[in-house]
C-alpha cells in the first residue's frame, strides 16, 4: 500500500510543475545555467535599455527548504539530470598544472554565483545540504570507509564541505543515517 | 536547576576541553539530560528481579539456542579503515580450524545485554554546611581518578552551592566517568535519536539493530534511558512481527525474555511456526514455564510432550488463541501431508 502511495505521489509529482518555475524542470537549462545566462546577458545587451532591473531580478538564487528538496532527489527531472550518479560524478574542476589546488572558498557570494564553474552542490539550486535530506548526503559518504569523502575527490567548495560534514553529524546523531557502533563486551559480574 | 547543571558542565568542560568542545559548542542546550524522563515501560512483576531469572543457566541456554548461529549475519560488513586483503593457502584441516575460530568469533559476538531493573537513584548527603553557602556560583565535583577502580565504584562526591556534599546522582555519575575514563563510541551527550519524538522515526525505517546497539554503547544496562529505548523498540517488532530481523544477534535473547516475562509471545510463537522453528516454539514455552510458575500452563504442563506444550499454552494463556490455533494446524497438516509423500 505505501509503496502504491509512494509511486502515485511520484507520478503526481512530474506531471504538476514541482518547482516554482517551469524553465527550472529542465534539466540541460539548470546545470548549465550560468553559460546562458552569460550569452543571455549579452543578447539583452545588445538589444533594450530597461534590461538591467530585470537580470537582477534573475540573476537572484532560488532558495529551496529542505523538503522541495528531498522531493527533487525523487523527481523525474533528477534521474534525467544524474542519473544514477552522484551528484559530483561528472563535475570537472578547472586548473592550471598537473596538482590540483584546494577547492575554493565558496562559490556564492552575495547571492549569486560568483564563478564560472560553480561545484556540484552550488551548481545546482535544488540541492540543500541539510541533515534530513538522506539521499544526497549519502551521496557524499564513502561506503567502505563510513567517512564524509574529501573535497579533492569531489570538488565540492570549502563552504559546502564544512556544511556537509555538519549536517553528517547532525544526521547520525538524529539516526537518519547509521554509523558504525563498536562492539560493546559485558562483564556480568559487574552486575551482580 | 538547569543553569547551575550547565555550569557544572562547563566546569568538568576544562579538565578534558578538547574530548568534550565539539560535542557541547554543538547542542548547548540540551546539556542536561534529566532522570525524570525515568521509566514508563511496565516490568511486569516489580518484587521480582528480572535479572536473577535472566542470568540463570536454564534461561540462557534456552535463549541462546533460540537465537541461532548465523556467522555471516553476525560478521557483517563493518564500514572502518580500508585494510589490504590476505591471501593464504590452507589445507582442508587449515580450513575448518579457521572456519571454527570465525564461529567462535561470531559465538562471542552474541554475548546478550543484561536484562534489568532500572537502577535507585541516590539520595545521600553526606554533609550539610551552610557556612558555605554562596562560596562559588557553581558546584564542585570531586572525584576518585586512581587506577583500577571501576566505573560503578568510583567515589564521586558534588558540593552544591548552598553547602551541602552529597554523592554524585546517576545522570552526573554517567558523565563525569565519561570523561575521565571515556569508552569508546559513548558520547558526553546522548544521541537525539533516543528523544521519543525521533525514536518513532528511526524505528519505522527498521533500524532495529541500530539502535540497540548504539544504545547498548551509550547507556549502562540498569539506565532507565536504555531501558526505555530498548522495551519500545522490542513493543515495535512485536507489533510489526518484524522477529527476524534480530534473529542470530545479540539482541534477540533479550527481546524474547522481555515478551514471555510481559505475556506476549503469542505473535513470537506464530512467526515461528510459519517459519518451521518448531523447536524453537516449545523452547519459548518452557521459557514461559520457567518465568510463570503459577500460571495456568505451568499447571497443566505435566507429562506433555513436544508440540502438545505449544498447545497447552495456547489454551491456558494465549491472548490470540484463535491465530495461534490456526496456525498450529496448518503446521500439523503440513506434517503430516509430509509424512503420506514419504510412505
Ligand atoms: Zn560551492
Known amino acids: 500500500m505505501s509503496v502504491n502511495q509512494l509511486k502515485s505521489l511520484v507520478l503526481s509529482l512530474c506531471k504538476i510543475p514541482l518547482f516554482s518555475s517551469q524553465m527550472r524542470l529542465q534539466p540541460s537549462y539548470r546545470v548549465s545555467r550560468h553559460f546562458t545566462q552569460s550569452v543571455r546577458r549579452l543578447q539583452d545587451a545588445e538589444g533594450e535599455t530597461e534590461v538591467p532591473a530585470e537580470v537582477n531580478e534573475k540573476q537572484k538564487r532560488f532558495e529551496v527548504d529542505y523538503e522541495t528538496s528531498i522531493q527533487y532527489l525523487d523527481s523525474k527531472a533528477y534521474k534525467q539530470c544524474y542519473g544514477d550518479d552522484p551528484v559530483w560524478k561528472l563535475y570537472r574542476r578547472n586548473f592550471k598544472g598537473q596538482l590540483a589546488p584546494k577547492t575554493r572558498k565558496t562559490c556564492i557570494r552575495a547571492n549569486k554565483i560568483s564563478t564560472g564553474n560553480p561545484c556540484p552542490v552550488c551548481r545546482d539550486d535544488h540541492l540543500l545540504v541539510d541533515y534530513r535530506n538522506v539521499k544526497l548526503l549519502n551521496q557524499f559518504i564513502s561506503p567502505h570507509t563510513g567517512q564524509v569523502l574529501d573535497s579533492m575527490d569531489t570538488g565540492v567548495c570549502q563552504k559546502q564541505q564544512k556544511k556537509l560534514i555538519l549536517e553528517i553529524f547532525r544526521a547520525r546523531d538524529y539516526g537518519y543515517l547509521e554509523d558504525s557502533v563498536p562492539f560493546r563486551q559485558y562483564n556480568y559480574k559487574d552486575y551482580y | ?343
Open chain 2, 1 to 343: 536547576m538547569a543553569a547551575s547543571s550547565r555550569r557544572l558542565s562547563y566546569c568538568l568542560l576544562k579538565s578534558n576541553y578538547t574530548a568534550l568542545l565539539r560535542q557541547v559548542t554543538f547542542q548547548k542546550s540540551r546539556c542536561v539530560r534529566s532522570l525524570s524522563s525515568a521509566i514508563t515501560t511496565e516490568t511486569g512483576k516489580d518484587d521480582k528481579d528480572p535479572f536473577v531469572v535472566f542470568r540463570s543457566q536454564e534461561v540462557q541456554r534456552i535463549l541462546k539456542k533460540i537465537t541461532g548461529l548465523n556467522v555471516e549475519k553476525v560478521s557483517h560488513m563493518v564500514s572502518s579503515t580500508l585494510k589490504k586483503p590476505t591471501y593464504k593457502l590452507l589445507t582442508e584441516e587449515e580450513t575448518q580450524e579457521a572456519e571454527e575460530s570465525a564461529r567462535k568469533a561470531a559465538e562471542w559476538k552474541l554475548q546478550m545485554p543484561p536484562f534489568m531493573l532500572p537502577r535507585k537513584p541516590i539520595h545521600d548527603i553526606l554533609s550539610k554546611d551552610p557556612d558555605l553557602e554562596g562560596f562559588d556560583s557553581s558546584k564542585y565535583v570531586f572525584t576518585d581518578i586512581s587506577f583500577g577502580v571501576s566505573n560503578k565504584e568510583r567515589l564521586i562526591v558534588v558540593r552544591d552551592t548552598d553547602g551541602t556534599l552529597r554523592k554524585a546522582d546517576w545522570d552526573e555519575r554517567d558523565r563525569v566517568n565519561q570523561v575521565y575514563n571515556p569508552t569508546t563510541g559513548q558520547v558526553y551527550i546522548a544521541p537525539k535519536m533516543f528523544d521519543d519524538e525521533n525514536l518513532e522515526r528511526v524505528l519505522n525505517d527498521d533500524k532495529y539493530i541500530y539502535m540497540l546497539d548504539r544504545a547498548c554503547v551509550q547507556f549502562e544496562p540498569d539506565n532507565p534511558d536504555f531501558i526505555r529505548v530498548t522495551h519500545k523498540t522490542f513493543e515495535h517488532i512485536n507489533k510489526n512481527r518484524k522477529f527476524d530481523v534480530l534473529r542470530s544477534t545479540r539482541h534477540f535473547g533479550p527481546m524474547t525474555f522481555y515478551l514471555t516475562w510481559n505475556n506476549k509471545i503469542d505473535l513470537l510463537l506464530v512467526d515461528m511456526i510459519h517459519r518451521g522453528l518448531m523447536d524453537d516454539c516449545i523452547d519459548v514455552v518452557n521459557l514461559y514455564v520457567i518465568l510463570h510458575p503459577t500460571s495456568k500452563t505451568a499447571n497443566n504442563m505435566q507429562d506433555k510432550q513436544d508440540i502438545e506444550r505449544v498447545k497447552t499454552y495456547c489454551q491456558n494463556d494465549a491472548e490470540n488463541k484463535a491465530e495461534l490455533e490456526l496456525s498450529i494446524q496448518a503446521f500439523e497438516d503440513s506434517l503430516r501431508g509430509k509424512s503420506k509423500q514419504t510412505a
